[in-house]
C-alpha cells in the first residue's frame, strides 16, 4: 500500500512537470477555462441570480466547468497518447500497480484542479470581497468531482481510437457540460424537462455542493438562503448521492472500456 502511495506521488510529480513544459496543454487546461469563466461572469454581470451578483453565481459555477478542462480533456489525451505509445502497457508491467498508474494521473490532476479552485477564491475575493463559507466542503466536492472525471476520461480513452480522435471524442460531453451545466444559471431556470435533464448531469451536483461551499447559502433546492455549517451539509446530502452514484456508473464503464494497450483494427 505504502509503495503504492509513492509511486503515485512519483507519477503525479512526472505528469505535473511534464504538463508544465507543454505550452498547448497548459493553456488548454490552465488557460482556456479561466478565459471562459471570464466570458461567464463578464456575461451575467448586472443580473440578480438567486440572491447573489450574477457574476459571482457564474465566478462560483466555474470550477464545475473547469473540471471538463483541467481533468477530463487533460486526461483522455494523456491516458490515449501513452497507450498508443505503449507507456501503459511498460508502466503496469514494471513495479508501479495498476491503481498506482491510474492514480498517480488522479492525484496530478488533482493538484492542477485544486490550484484553479484557488484561483477561483482569490478572484472572488478580489471582485465581490468574499471567501469560501466552508472549505472542507469544498475539497471534498474537488475530491469526489476529480475522481468522477479521471474515471470518465478512463472510460472515454477506451473507445478513442488514437490521440489525433481524443480532441473530438471528449467534445460531446463537453458541450453538454457547458451547456447544460447550472454555470451561470440555477437548472430551474431551464424550461421543462430540460431542468430535469439539467439537474442529473454528473457535474451538477459538483456545481451546487462548490457553489454552497463559496457562498454558504442554500444552492442546491433554494434560492440562496443563508445556511450555517451543519445545514450546508444537510442540503448538500442529495447532490453527494447523485455525485456518488455517478461515481459508481462512472467505475464500472472504466473498468469496461479502459484498455492497457493500443487497440488494434
Request: charged fraction near 10%.
Amino acid at each position: 500500500m505504502r509503495t503504492d502511495v509513492l509511486h503515485a506521488v512519483r507519477l503525479a510529480r512526472l505528469d505535473l512537470t511534464l504538463m508544465g513544459r507543454n505550452t498547448t496543454v497548459m493553456v488548454n487546461v490552465l488557460l482556456l477555462p479561466l478565459l471562459m469563466a471570464w466570458m461567464f461572469t463578464n456575461a451575467a454581470a448586472g443580473q440578480q441570480v438567486s440572491g447573489v451578483d450574477g457574476s459571482l453565481f457564474a465566478l462560483t459555477g466555474a470550477p464545475g466547468m473547469m473540471l471538463g478542462f483541467a481533468v477530463f480533456v487533460n486526461l483522455v489525451n494523456s491516458f490515449t497518447a501513452r497507450r498508443e505509445e505503449l507507456v501503459l502497457k511498460r508502466l503496469r508491467g514494471g513495479q508501479p500497480s495498476a491503481a498506482a498508474v491510474l492514480g498517480g494521473s488522479a492525484l496530478g490532476a488533482l493538484a492542477l484542479y485544486l490550484g484553479q479552485v484557488a484561483i477561483i477564491a482569490v478572484w472572488a475575493n478580489r471582485s465581490h470581497g468574499i471567501v469560501p463559507v466552508n472549505v472542507p466542503l469544498l475539497v471534498v466536492a474537488a475530491v469526489l468531482g476529480v475522481a468522477l472525471f479521471c474515471l470518465l476520461a478512463a472510460a472515454f480513452s477506451g473507445v478513442t481510437p488514437n490521440a489525433e480522435l481524443a480532441q473530438v471524442t471528449v467534445l460531446p460531453l463537453l458541450l453538454v457540460m457547458l451547456l447544460g451545466a447550472p454555470i451561470a444559471f440555477p437548472a430551474e431556470a431551464l424550461p421543462g424537462a430540460l431542468g430535469t435533464i439539467s439537474g442529473l448531469l454528473p457535474v451538477t451536483p459538483i456545481v451546487e455542493i462548490m457553489r454552497t461551499a463559496f457562498l454558504g447559502g442554500d444552492h442546491v433546492s433554494g434560492n440562496g438562503e443563508a445556511l450555517g455549517t451543519a445545514a450546508q451539509w444537510v442540503e448538500v446530502l442529495p447532490s453527494l448521492g447523485i455525485l456518488v452514484a455517478w461515481i459508481a456508473v462512472a467505475a464500472v464503464l472504466a473498468r469496461w472500456l479502459f484498455r492497457w494497450e493500443p487497440r488494434r483494427g
